[in-house]
């Protein structure tokens, strides 16, 4: 059975730092695409960043309202991702969510949810003014 956590959000002020992660248990971590999406209330969900499985030589990509603050990461090892978020921002506040796919590549499709089987459960982040 695939078990997907995420841990590590918070209460931050503006200007500093969290670094979320994320297990994936009960499937081949490093043949999956990951991402990480975020939801804050009363809005969509909206895809932050994706890295590509390791078996591939796939891009990784941001959203443009992350791009240069959060960075991505994946130690296939610990079957954990990471999500290193620098520079938070109070517009940064929502539920961050960990996804899976079986896929290699991200694609340029990666921001949709529908294209993720896996989820966790989401960790809270707040960014006070």
């Known amino acids: 059975q695939v078990q997907v956590v995420e841990s590590g959000g918070g209460l931050v002020q503006a200007g500093g730092s969290l670094r979320l992660s994320c297990t994936a248990d009960g499937l081949s971590f490093d043949d999956y695409t990951m991402a990480w999406f975020r939801q804050a209330p009363g809005k969509e969900r909206e895809g932050i960043s994706c890295?590509?499985?390791?078996?591939?030589?796939?891009?990784?990509y941001y959203a443009d309202s992350v791009k240069g603050r959060f960075t991505v990461s994946r130690d296939n090892a610990k079957n954990t991702l990471y999500l290193q978020m620098n520079s938070l921002k109070p517009e940064d506040t929502a539920m961050y969510y960990c996804a899976a796919k079986s896929s290699y590549y991200c694609y340029v499709t990666w921001s949709r949810p529908s294209q993720f089987g896996y989820w966790g459960q989401g960790t809270q982040v707040t960014v006070s003014s």
């Open positions: 890295i590509p499985s390791s078996a591939s030589n796939g891009r990784t």
